[in-house]
């Protein structure tokens, strides 16, 4: 070996490190080596046994012989050589020098373009530019191609604690912007972990790419370790779903996947085969360009026609907004404004018009204002934009009814409407603007809505003096944050009582709002925090509110909050109950069973994950605890304890 063309690469300090008779494990450039003190010699092997693949430099010197950990195969752990056989593992230079032992090795090859740097960059090309994932060991040439990317500053790249939290991520992501965000797992248990949040972005209409490792091709089917078909476990929830092959034509199949989720907002698939990963391509990388179209699409003439001549007809029409109008308020509010006629929200779409609007009427149904419910039945016209007519939402099916969206599955979708409008809802507001001009319902909302409100803060005033001694109100704490969130901040919103106090009590300015909607997952909110603060970064606040149960889920994503700076507030309300099932049991004559929880100190749990933990239990302390996690710069928890009945 001519020795003038070897890399010599510094593996220890000092020969004595490693004991005589001992063997360790180091690394070289990208290269594992077996390093071995044997008579008084360094000597370095090739770490992996050909057998099985087993650490050499894991294993020990018996008699002379270095063991594989794995099979107990034995070599010499000089000469790499098994005794009475032909085989053994390759030997590397090792040279001591006075500031340590090296190793020299050939030059490393130039990373040769592979199926996963044609993919990668085509899904970034098509706008991913986030990733939350966790690598292992069927997706490191996916996870490498990652790395690359993101050290041209094309990609960010999270690392979270648990999958489940990955996919919650990457669906409130797609649910504040848009756009699509990756959950990224291994095979088996890591992409199954992954179901729930892709169930979530399936069925709230929120774009994601969900991207897996899997197994060696020639094992699958085998029963092989981790082996699970992701491709039919995943089936029902990802509208786009393959397993990347090796004579697949690789960029049309990463365009598809992203073209899929754009424009259909939902689930695409796709699962990589350990040995694909890293197989060279001549392929290029593909773009847009060419390959999307426009979606403002204008409405039929007959069904403006008809809705027009509804509105015209109208004295107190009222306009309902959900989460799928949320990209097309400043035209919605405008018309409103017009009309004269008050906006009510979907729970999902709350904080669409800020309450301090003088036509904004809160969030209608379960998790609503009396505010809401009151304009919906006095009207004598519902305009609904973007919403789903969910039995959450309440809204009635008795009052002549306009639907407009983009979905024309969406339309009627659960009952007769008295005109459905398929467009896009920007354009049909601005020509339903234009041709309603000059017109305006004849009843005076505006003095209605704001006597409205003069009702209801003055019953939240009265719930506020309510005190059993056994915590804080939820009312408490949503009218402290009310006061004291920033206005443009982003909330992501847990399940169970914590979320119906947040969307009947919290005052919104120009927040945004997430959450687990169809699916109804609990947990949801820490995740969602870690997607929304990808999205915004620090240019807005975000705020995780949940209750003890739902934190409780996915806690140990409070380590990743921390981890990347992330500058993440939860509000958390602990009651030490699952207060919304033991309703549930009440409600239906059921006995109240397993719904107590034995809790940490949760504040104390975040101070030690490296955020700031803060606990209060009294109501002198919240505004002051409140303000002390909300300016802090990083990771706050504030832990309020509450009263279960007080909701």
């Known amino acids: 070996m001519n020795h003038k063309n070897l890399v010599w690469h510094k593996v220890l300090d000092n020969k004595n490190t490693l004991a005589e008779g001992r063997v360790m494990t180091v690394t070289a450039g990208h290269k594992t080596i077996c390093l071995a003190h044997f008579n008084g010699k360094i000597c370095a092997l090739d770490n992996k046994c050909p057998h099985q693949g087993g650490p050499l430099g894991e294993g020990s010197i018996e008699n002379g012989l270095l063991r594989c950990p794995w099979h107990g195969w034995d070599y010499d752990p000089c000469s790499g050589k098994v005794p009475g056989y032909d085989d053994g593992v390759d030997v590397y230079n090792t040279d001591e020098r006075s500031d340590g032992i090296y190793v020299g090795l050939e030059p490393e090859e130039d990373h040769q373009y592979d199926i996963s740097d ?249 998790s609503g204002t009396p505010i809401a419910s009151w304009f919906m039945n006095e009207a004598d016209l519902l305009v609904v934009f973007g919403a789903s007519f969910s039995n959450h939402t309440g809204i009635t099916p008795k009052k002549p009814t306009i639907q407009i969206d983009l979905d024309p599955m969406a339309l009627g979708k659960f ?19 234009e041709q309603l001009r000059g017109f305006n319902s004849t009843a005076n909302q505006l003095d209605e809505v704001e006597h409205r409100w003069v009702i209801w803060r003055n019953e939240k005033a009265k719930r506020l003096l309510e005190d059993r001694g056994k915590g804080l109100s939820s009312i408490a704490a949503f009218d402290a944050l009310t006061r004291l969130a920033p206005q443009n901040a982003v909330i992501c919103v847990d399940v169970g009582n914590n979320a119906y106090s947040l969307g009947r009590y919290f005052e919104s300015k120009n927040h945004s709002f997430l959450m687990s909607g169809y699916l109804g997952s609990i947990g949801f909110a820490l995740p969602a925090a870690l997607g929304a603060w990808a999205a915004v970064k620090n240019e807005r606040q975000v705020i995780a509110v949940a209750g003890d149960g739902g934190f409780g889920q996915y806690m140990a994503e409070l380590t990743t909050s921390v981890k990347y700076n992330m500058n993440i507030k939860v509000v958390l309300l602990n009651n030490n109950e699952l207060g919304k099932i033991s309703k549930e049991q009440m409600a239906g004559a059921w006995d109240v069973w397993q719904t107590s929880l034995s809790n940490p100190n949760f504040a104390e749990y975040a101070n030690s994950c490296g955020a700031l933990g803060v606990r209060v239990t009294e109501q002198s302390m919240l505004e002051r605890s409140m303000e002390q996690i909300l300016t802090h710069k990083g990771t706050a928890l504030l832990e309020i304890i509450t009263d279960v009945k007080l909701v």
């Open 415 to 433: 009952h007769k409407v008295d005109v459905p409008v398929w467009g896009e809802i920007s354009i049909t507001t601005r020509i339903l603007k």
């Open 118 to 366: 044609v993919m990668v960059e085509t899904m970034i090309n098509w706008g991913l530019n986030t990733v939350f994932g966790m690598v292992g060991h069927s997706n490191l040439g996916l996870a490498d191609a990652f790395r690359r990317q993101e050290e041209k500053g094309k990609l960010t790249y999270i690392g979270i604690r648990h999958e489940g939290a990955g996919a919650f991520a990457a669906s409130a992501y797609g649910k504040l912007t848009g756009k699509p965000a990756a959950c990224f797992g291994i095979a088996g248990p890591g992409s199954t972990n992954m179901y729930t949040g892709m169930w979530d972005a399936k069925v709230d209409r929120a774009p994601l790419l969900a991207l897996t490792g899997q197994v060696a091709t020639q094992v699958v089917g085998t029963g092989n370790f981790q082996e699970v078909d992701l491709v039919q476990a995943f089936h029902t929830v990802a509208d786009f779903n393959h397993r990347v092959q090796a004579d697949s034509k690789h960029a049309e199949l990463a365009t598809l996947a992203m073209k899929h989720a754009i424009l259909n907002r939902r689930v695409s698939h796709l699962t990589f085969p350990d040995e694909i990963q890293i197989k060279p391509v001549e392929e290029k990388a593909q773009l847009p360009d060419g390959r999307i179209s426009s979606l403002r699409i204008t409405p039929p003439e007959d069904s403006l026609a008809r809705a027009i001549a509804l509105i015209k007809g109208s004295s107190r029409p009222v306009f309902i907004v959900g989460h799928g109008a949320r990209f097309h308020m400043e035209n919605i509010v405008s018309l409103a404004e017009q009309l004269g006629a008050p906006v009510c929200t979907t729970f999902k779409g709350k904080g669409l018009i800020p309450d301090d609007h003088p036509l904004g009427c809160g969030v209608l149904g379960r």
